[in-house]
Nanobody, 124 residues
């Protein structure tokens, strides 16, 4: 059973930075990577970044060049460094493991269960 605990959120001014952490426990060998997701008030949850088992990292267009995902295997922790934050980055951020599927192209699906997430608020 995989457990993921997010932390590091907070209130920051526009243009500021935050680093989120996701502590991972349990076996993740059956999964193809780890993803960061976010859900803003009144909106659907969306993917922010994916760190795939092959070493590839994918970012949503809205955060490219501003956010960086990294993984510390020794600490079983995944990080999301967020720079140049904007008010539209305000959301609850979650991490989750993902599985890879193929249906003409590859796509990645997270587990149905989610942690509590960590709140990020960017003030203008």
């Amino acid at each position: 059973q995989v457990q993921l605990v997010e932390s590091g959120g907070g209130l920051v001014q526009s243009g500021g930075s935050l680093t989120l952490s996701c502590a991972v426990s349990g076996s993740i060998f059956n999964f193809n990577g780890l993803g960061w997701y976010r859900q803003a008030p009144g909106k659907q949850r969306e993917v922010v970044s994916l760190i795939l088992s092959g070493g590839i990292t994918i970012y949503a267009d809205s955060v490219k060049g501003r956010f960086t995902s990294s993984r510390d295997n020794a600490k079983n922790t995944v990080y999301l460094q967020m720079n140049s934050l904007k008010p539209e980055d305000t959301a609850v951020y979650y991490c989750n493991v993902v599985r890879q599927y193929y249906n003409g192209s590859y796509y990645y699906t997270p587990l149905d269960s989610w942690g509590q997430g960590t709140q990020v608020i960017v003030s203008s």
